[in-house]
């Protein structure tokens, strides 16, 4: 396996970076995760802006290269991954010692990439079944705290959900996602995903309002869901809201749509709408990587 690393491809042994690097001590790094359909990448221009927003919130946006497509591209044909993950790095990079950030920035730009199996209408899942999910003791930072709209290194919060989680595992029960709520009780999203939920016909996931990150999948099942015209609604949610939901499922890039088959020990499953969002879903892939 190649990886990207500044500006080279490099053996996967050979792709290391400084430990003074700012990423790696500070968590001072964005990072996009991507799904590659038909050795194309889905929805670009969508996680490039993300990864340039938040590059901007955390004031290096400067730094980030402005052939990182094509950077992106190269990786996946000396792979030779049409059907593959990516998941592309940028940090600050090594500056002198101390918290506060120098004006001077040389980016750290790493783009790893790993097999997938093939998407669209005659794909298969990268899930072997649908998510358990157990709500959390460890909560979402505030906005205040953490800017929720970037994907930053700061991984930390997830990291305990997914310990809380191995920590109440069995034989006979283990969950696969952790939901978050933030400060107020409110459901948010899982440590990778984000939730949604159907009650009465009406689809229903959290408002951005909250503290979120806007994921690309999401905003193209609420797209698709548009189109549809069905009912949709975005707002604050507990985690009963779940629990007793007809059914629900969680969005990422690599799980695409995954159903939750139960939350909290609670049998929840998927349903009419899931099945059609999935068909939708799976259609669109198709429709932009696998069409002629």
């Given at each position: 396996?190649?990886?990207?690393?500044?500006?080279?491809?490099?053996?996967?042994?050979?792709?290391?970076?400084?430990?003074?690097d700012?990423?790696?001590?500070?968590g001072?790094a964005?990072?996009?995760?991507?799904?590659?359909?038909?050795?194309?990448?889905?929805?670009?221009?969508?996680?490039?802006?993300?990864?340039?927003?938040?590059?901007?919130?955390?004031?290096?946006d400067?730094?980030v290269?402005?052939?990182?497509?094509e950077?992106?591209?190269?990786?996946?044909?000396?792979?030779?991954l049409?059907e593959?993950?990516l998941?592309?790095?940028?940090?600050?990079?090594v500056?002198?010692?101390?918290?506060?950030p120098?004006?001077a920035?040389?980016p750290?730009v790493?783009?790893?990439?790993?097999?997938?199996?093939?998407?669209?209408?005659?794909?298969?899942?990268?899930?072997?079944?649908?998510?358990?999910?157990?709500?959390?003791?460890?909560?979402?930072?505030?906005d205040?705290?953490?800017?929720?709209?970037?994907?930053?290194?700061?991984?930390?919060?997830?990291?305990?959900?997914?310990l809380?989680l191995?920590?109440?595992?069995?034989?006979?029960?283990?969950?696969?996602e952790?939901?978050?709520r933030?400060m107020?009780?409110?459901?948010v999203?899982?440590?990778?995903?984000?939730?949604?939920?159907?009650?009465?016909?009406?689809?229903?996931?959290?408002?951005?309002?909250?503290?979120?990150?806007?994921?690309?999948?999401?905003?193209?099942v609420?797209?698709?869901?548009?189109?549809?015209?069905?009912?949709?609604?975005?707002?604050?949610?507990?985690?009963?809201?779940?629990?007793s939901?007809?059914?629900?499922?969680?969005?990422?890039?690599t799980?695409?749509l995954?159903?939750?088959?139960?939350a909290?020990g609670?049998?929840?499953?998927?349903?009419?709408?899931?099945?059609?969002?999935t068909?939708?879903?799976?259609?669109?892939?198709?429709q932009?990587h696998?069409?002629d």
């Amino acid at each position: 396996m190649k990886y990207h690393v500044n500006g080279e491809l490099v053996p996967e042994d050979e792709a290391t970076v400084s430990v003074r690097d700012r990423g790696f001590l500070y968590g001072d790094a964005v990072f996009e995760t991507m799904r590659v359909y038909g050795g194309q990448i889905f929805e670009w221009d969508a996680h490039e802006n993300r990864l340039h927003d938040g590059a901007e919130r955390l004031g290096f946006d400067n730094a980030v290269p402005d052939d990182l497509h094509e950077r992106a591209r190269e990786t996946i044909a000396a792979n030779e991954l049409p059907e593959a993950y990516l998941r592309l790095t940028v940090s600050r990079g090594v500056q002198s010692r101390g918290l506060t950030p120098g004006e001077a920035t040389e980016p750290t730009v790493v783009i790893q990439i790993g097999e997938l199996s093939h998407g669209g209408v005659d794909g298969e899942s990268v899930w072997a079944e649908p998510a358990t999910v157990q709500i959390v003791k460890t909560r979402r930072a505030p906005d205040v705290a953490l800017p929720a709209d970037a994907k930053t290194h700061n991984y930390l919060g997830g990291v305990l959900a997914r310990l809380e989680l191995e920590r109440a595992a069995t034989e006979q029960y283990r969950a696969d996602e952790a939901l978050l709520r933030d400060m107020d009780g409110n459901l948010v999203e899982g440590t990778t995903s984000n939730v949604f939920f159907v009650e009465d016909g009406t689809l229903k996931t959290p408002s951005l309002d909250g503290p979120i990150l806007p994921g690309v999948t999401r905003s193209v099942v609420l797209d698709l869901a548009a189109d549809e015209r069905f009912p949709v609604e975005t707002g604050e949610y507990v985690p009963a809201d779940v629990r007793s939901a007809d059914e629900a499922f969680l969005t990422n890039s690599t799980w695409e749509l995954r159903p939750i088959e139960r939350a909290d020990g609670i049998a929840v499953g998927a349903g009419p709408v899931t099945q059609l969002l999935t068909r939708l879903f799976d259609e669109y892939v198709e429709q932009r990587h696998y069409d002629d």
